[in-house]
């Protein structure tokens, strides 16, 4: 069974540029996380859908980001206009049931670098 | 504050020796803790979930949890190469979606 996927694994950016970053989950998985590691912080909860509505956005920074997920499938991350602070590792996870952030299984993260 | 503290280290150890980590939390209601394993440019692995106090044993892995300290631990026995990651602490409360994570220890098993 695959993991849950992320695109792309790094992408370089010029400030004010726009990137999409892509989460496919694991089939079958109604519960997608976004979370984001920025350099010497710790990871830090994004938002969270159910399905394709959005359960809890509370951890996203700023209007700049954009998060959806089409027919509670695979998800995206927009970024507009990026900004410098924006660079990190952008983690998604998926898990089967609510209630069970616990046992999230995690991809292997999209690095991001804004220049 | 952080909500979650955790000694980034690094940690180096000879092979076989016991290696103990841990993590100090300030929120009460944090009722659900995880310790995940991440290997260089990958995502995080769940290594083990513990529920409220207690000890939690998988073969080489404990896991312990002390709430009235708000302290948690995890030692590794018969520490191997193949140990050598960053061990993240995560923990959460009852109903709540978001994991609240430590900044991880990098862990280095010297043969």
């Known amino acids: 069974e695959a993991g849950v996927t992320q695109f792309p694994s790094h992408s370089v950016i010029e400030k004010g540029q726009t990137v999409t970053l892509r989460c496919d989950p694991i089939?079958?998985?109604?519960?997608l996380y976004w979370y984001r590691r920025v350099m010497g912080k710790e990871i830090k909860f994004l938002l969270h859908?159910?399905?394709?509505?959005?359960?809890?956005e509370s951890g996203m920074p700023n209007n700049r980001f954009l998060a959806e997920r089409t027919g509670g499938t695979y998800s995206t991350l927009k970024v507009q206009p990026a900004e410098l602070e924006d660079s990190g590792v952008y983690f998604c996870?998926?898990?089967?049931?609510?209630?069970?952030?616990?046992?999230?299984?995690f991809g292997q993260g999209t690095r991001l670098t804004v220049v | 504050q952080k909500e979650v503290e955790q000694d980034p280290g690094p940690l180096s150890v000879p092979e076989g020796a016991i290696v103990s980590l841990n993590c100090t939390y300030s929120?009460?209601?944090?009722?659900?803790f995880m310790w995940y394993r991440q290997y260089s440019r990958k995502g995080p692995e769940l290594l083990m979930y513990?529920?409220?106090?207690g000890n939690k044993e998988d073969g080489r892995f404990t896991a312990q949890v002390d709430k009235s300290s708000k302290y948690i631990s995890l030692f590794i026995r018969d520490s191997q190469p193949s140990d050598s990651a960053t061990y993240l602490c995560?923990?959460?409360?009852?109903?709540?979606?978001?994991?609240?994570f430590g900044t991880g220890t990098r862990l280095t098993i010297i043969p």
């Open positions: 859908f159910v399905k394709e509505s959005k359960q809890d």
């Open positions: 089939s079958g998985h109604d519960n």
């Open positions: 996870a998926s898990s089967p049931e609510w209630g069970l952030s616990t046992e999230a299984f």
């Open positions: 513990t529920y409220s106090s």
């Open positions: 929120n009460s209601a944090f009722q659900y």
């Open positions: 995560a923990m959460t409360d009852f109903g709540n979606e978001k994991l609240t």
